[in-house]
């Protein structure tokens, strides 16, 4: 490796000139989606984020006004989120002086800093480990990265996914300047690792992979080296210590409330199949670029006969996999069947390793070219690894896929937030603050509201969390396996006596409508506010009284 391989520097003023170009390219393309995703009601402008981010709103607004980490506004708090760095990084942006409905757009613009951010370590990682001698090639990754829709839509959405792959890209970054440069990075990948476990718990996966290939990479060989892991270590051991001390006192539990929801009593082989069938479809919407970058990596991971570059790639093929598996083992995401999004939060953030072992693919074979010849075959597999990443030709829904790069229609999930909101603002007219109300959709109506909130899915409520699924899972039907929606008890939700049961769609999702008949609920005219028997009105289409 040359001495500005090493540093990461740029080798040319036109190299950073087009790291500026893609990054205002990023810049104006993500406004763009952050606008085209908020929308009007009653002429007024409301950003908002993904049903889960603005759960994690809710929590952060309630810390901010007193009721204490509580999405319910009542009761016992209980732990509804996995990302407890993220949830701490709304809480300032809700104390802010800003509308409700204005306060989703600061965490849109922090997740586009994140981005941003991500795209320069991308290819800071590129130059310092991933290039040949006359091969200097990073636009593919950083381009690749800055555009792949199913990261920029998680991201711009409220979602922790843009810090999850800055995180883990940066950890690779920093294993292999130990393992492959020699250098002592122990304590600041390990802190690292231990943001990363804040803020995922599951995250856990992804550092002890990095440690396991430090440790067997030989990077432990010095004394200085082992004496800076063991300070991390205790670093991170104190820090992940401290949050379940902090989770024990403060919720009473050993695991966030959503790890019960979602694992406990599911059968194994049924998160499996629902799992492997999921990864599958993304994998099959991407395979052009998977197919060429697996192949292609298996074979110089075999047969390359330097032992470093070996090494570099093993790290974030080794992450990739990993992610894989545990996509596969939870069953995958609750949205791939509902979604056009084409990889799901547990395999999102680390697609943009994928795409630096592509370009370092590219980098060895153009290693060999002329320099002219070499720029343009990193041209050529830019266009064509976007094409496969975007799903932009040959895939299932090539043509909403161009529409959604072009963001020429509204991101999906917007259209169906503005029906719920508008019906929240009605309900608001209609029963007091503080009145209890229970939803199925727990993220726009706790959060636009003071009321005490009952959650019917689980997520923020230990007894239905805990319950068995409401229809029996078996590997038959493992095809009705949504994770996070597939329990629910509404003899003990109307036990509650809520006023109002806000659903996320006309009808809702749940079997059972004696209950809610003989309990005297009838829907109100835009079909998603069931009313209690002191105030409801005309009932949807096909609803018995």
């Known amino acids: 490796m040359t001495a500005a391989a090493i540093s990461g520097e740029a080798p040319d003023r036109g190299s950073r000139r087009a790291l500026w170009a893609l990054l205002a390219a990023l810049a104006a393309w993500s406004s763009w989606f952050i606008f085209r995703s908020s929308f009007e009601v009653a002429g007024r402008r409301v950003f908002c984020l993904f049903e889960d981010a603005m759960i994690s709103m809710t929590y952060a607004r309630s810390l901010v006004e007193g ?51 991500h795209v320069i370590l ?35 959405m409220g979602l922790e996914s843009g810090l999850q792959a800055l995180l883990t890209t940066a950890s690779v970054l920093l294993a292999l300047d130990i393992v492959c440069g020699g250098q002592d990075r122990h304590r600041a990948l390990l802190l690292l690792g231990a943001a990363a476990y804040l803020l995922r718990m599951d995250m856990v996966l992804m550092v002890l992979t990095v440690q396991l290939y430090v440790i067997a990479g030989g990077g432990l060989r010095e004394p200085r080296q082992r004496a ?26 050993l695991l966030p409330n959503t790890y019960y929801l979602k694992l406990y009593l599911i059968p194994l082989s049924v998160r499996l199949l629902r799992g492997s069938r999921s990864l599958w479809e993304s994998l099959a919407d991407h395979l052009p670029l998977l197919a060429v ?8 991971l075999r047969h390359h006969p330097d032992r470093g570059w070996r090494l570099r790639l093993l790290l974030p093929a080794a992450l990739v996999l990993v992610a894989f598996a545990y996509s596969v083992y939870v069953g995958g995401d609750a949205y791939e069947m509902l979604l056009n999004v084409r990889a799901n939060r547990f395999t999102v953030y680390v697609m943009p390793l994928v795409f630096i072992l592509f370009n370092a693919l590219i980098n060895e074979a153009a290693a060999g070219m002329s320099p002219l010849a070499g720029r343009r075959l990193a041209a050529a597999a830019a266009v064509l690894g976007l094409v496969s990443a975007d799903g932009l030709w040959l895939a299932a829904d090539a043509a909403g896929n161009r529409r959604d790069l072009a963001v020429s229609r509204p991101p999906w999930t917007t ?79 109307l036990a509650r ?20 008949r003989e309990a005297g609920y009838r829907y109100d005219p835009s079909g998603l506010v069931l009313l209690g028997p002191e105030r409801h009105g005309d009932r949807p289409p096909g609803l018995p009284r």
């Open 122 to 156: 991308v290819r800071r990682l590129m130059l310092r480990h991933f290039t040949r001698a006359g091969a200097r090639h990073w636009l593919p990754a950083a381009l690749l990265t800055a555009f792949y829709y199913p990261l920029c839509y998680w991201s711009l």
């Open 497 to 516: 006596r809520p006023a109002a049961i806000v659903r996320c769609v006309a009808g809702g999702r749940f079997g059972d409508r004696r209950l809610l």
């Open 415 to 493: 259209a169906g937030q503005a029906p719920v909101f508008r019906a929240m603002a009605g309900l608001r007219e209609e029963i007091p603050p503080g009145s209890v109300v229970a939803t199925a959709c727990a993220g726009i109506p706790a959060y636009f509201s003071d009321f005490r909130m009952v959650d019917e899915l689980g997520y923020s409520d230990r007894h239905i969390a805990r319950l068995p699924p409401a229809l029996p899972l078996g590997p038959d039907n493992y095809q009705l396996f949504q994770p996070g929606h597939v329990k629910w008890d509404e003899a003990y939700v």
């Open 228 to 253: 800076s892991w063991l300070q991390g270590a205790a670093v991170f051991s104190a820090l992940a210590a401290g949050y379940s001390v902090f989770r024990w006192v403060i919720f009473g539990d």
């Open 293 to 300: 970058t697996g192949v292609g990596v298996g074979v110089l």
């Open 67 to 117: 009721h204490g980490l509580n999405w319910a506004r009542a009761g016992l708090p209980v732990e509804g989120f996995t990302h407890p760095l993220w949830v701490a990084l709304m809480v300032p942006i809700n104390a802010l002086p800003l509308a409700l409905r204005f306060r989703s757009l600061p965490v849109q613009l922090l997740s586009l800093a994140i981005l941003v951010l």
